[in-house]
């Protein structure tokens, strides 16, 4: 009997308008053509991953699944529903429920679209969910990789608490980032980068500040070279739109004035009339 969320090496034992009939007569499984990588002939041997359809009906795809029932492994959000919960895409025919109840009771703390979750699948009735994993089952991952103090790697938020943010990085190990080494506000699924300052039982602790303070020098430096090839003055400040700002100077409006705001305190810029000059 095949298993919903595994993957099995199953033989084409027919072929159908919709697609190639895999297994055996009393337990075979429809592999459609959509879902087949080219063409196939009775008697092939194909490896697939088994999971539900829309109707809940047994399925295959040659399609690698990015996680399975006995892989953890990353998924990206593509859908929000805030009644529900968000959907993740494991790289089947058929996108994957986080439910609400895993998520953080604060709606603006949740993935976005395109933001990535470390997770598990599990089967009910005739479904597959996924559930997040959460830093118990992240340890037990186990993996061999190693950090060097003061480095810098890309995570991925997923626990945000009152003492800080649990992040777990590409090879899915955790750093923790205690709120003192936090300047910014974050939400779950978001990528970051983390500068790695200890190594504990369970990880690493992180840090999130210097490298949100090197990326506000390097914000800095741009708005001054373009003020400084444009006279000293622009026609952008913080009232303009994000499209503007993005076309002039390759920022995301959040940055510009982030940067900008330090500018003007350090009494580097002024604005007048929608312009900003450069004073100093």
Known sequence: MMQAGLSYELKIIRKTDLGYMLGEENDDVLLHFKEAHGEHNIGDTLHVFIYFDKKGR?????????????KPGFAKVCDVISS???????????DILISKDYLPYA???????????????????????????NRFEIDDIHTDVSYEINTYQEAYVYRIGEAGIN???KDMVNVFVHKSMIRDT????????????????????????EHKEKMIDSDREIILNYLTVNGGKMHIDAKSSSEEIEAKLHLSRKAFKRALGGLYKDHIVDFKDGYTIKIK
Do not use: R
């Not at 529900?84 to 058929?94: D, E, L, Q």
């Open 58 to 70: 047994l399925c295959a795809t040659e399609n690698e699944p990015f996680v399975s029932l006995n």
């Open 84 to 94: 529900i919960g968000v959907f993740v895409n494991i790289n089947t025919g058929k």
């Open 107 to 133: 709606y603006n703390m949740w993935p976005n679209v395109d933001d990535t979750l470390l997770i598990e699948l599990k089967v009910k009735k005739d479904t597959i969910v996924g559930k997040p994993l």
């Open 167 to 169: 992040c777990v990085t």
């Open 186 to 209: 974050y939400h779950v699924g978001q990528m970051v980068v983390v500068k790695i300052v200890y190594k504990n039982a369970s990880g690493y602790n992180g840090s999130f500040i």
